[in-house]
């Protein structure tokens, strides 16, 4: 169950950055050169090609302390930034856009993610969430398994981002893949 958006264009799957998935990808994500862009969870190399394209990319690096930092490898020329969702240290209205890749369902508080979020994105800044669906059974037995384990997760349902975002005043889609996993696409009013 690998995610959509990023994990078909890994450095080893044979795709350039001309290839017609990638180019697909990053067409669909919309950007100007220019546009500030923060990419949070299982970005691979997504942060590179983006900045190849003209776009400064942030990297939020909510990882533990390790004495290699894979975000940056991956993405020599974007600035990484340790930190979490809950609490971002960015200005008020600073990005254009913020994609988030199988991290959802690996925060402790949704809700103050979600409206950190909704502070640090400009007003038309999308958002771009993809994750696994607790529709699925395989995603509801590792929910199980991680709550016997005493971890501190709170995994969400798709509508339940798609409500919690259009509370935020977003106005979005949501579209749920073969129950495998979602993708929401929001827009900041």
Do not use: W
């Not at 919309?30 to 990419?39: A, D, E, M």
């Not at 190849?52 to 690096?61: A, F, K, N, S």
């Not at 929910?143 to 384990?149: A, D, F, Q, S």
Request: glycine fraction near 6%; charged fraction near 25%; aromatic fraction near 10%.
């Amino acid at each position: 169950m690998k995610s959509v958006l990023y994990h078909d264009y890994e450095p080893n799957a044979d795709l350039t950055d001309t290839s017609d998935d990638v180019t697909c990808f990053l067409d669909s994500i919309r950007y100007n050169i220019g546009n500030k862009i923060l990419l949070v969870g299982e970005i691979g190399n997504l942060g590179k090609r983006l900045r190849m394209l003209g776009v400064y990319v942030t990297i939020l690096e909510n990882s533990c302390y390790q004495d290699i930092c894979y975000s940056l490898i991956h993405n020599e020329n974007c600035n990484v930034v340790k930190g979490s969702l809950e609490l971002l240290p960015f200005e008020d209205g600073y990005f254009d856009k913020v994609i988030i890749l199988d991290h959802v369902n690996h925060m402790n508080s949704f809700e103050k993610a979600s409206s950190e979020i909704n502070r640090v994105l400009k007003k038309q800044g999308e958002l771009v969430v993809e994750d696994l669906n607790l529709k699925n059974l395989k995603v509801k037995l590792r929910y199980l398994k991680n709550k016997l384990c005493g971890e501190n997760v709170t995994y969400k349902y798709p509508q339940e981002v798609f409500n919690t975002f259009s509370e935020l005043e977003f106005e979005g889609a949501l579209k749920e893949l073969q129950n495998e996993r979602y993708i929401y696409i929001g827009i900041r009013k």
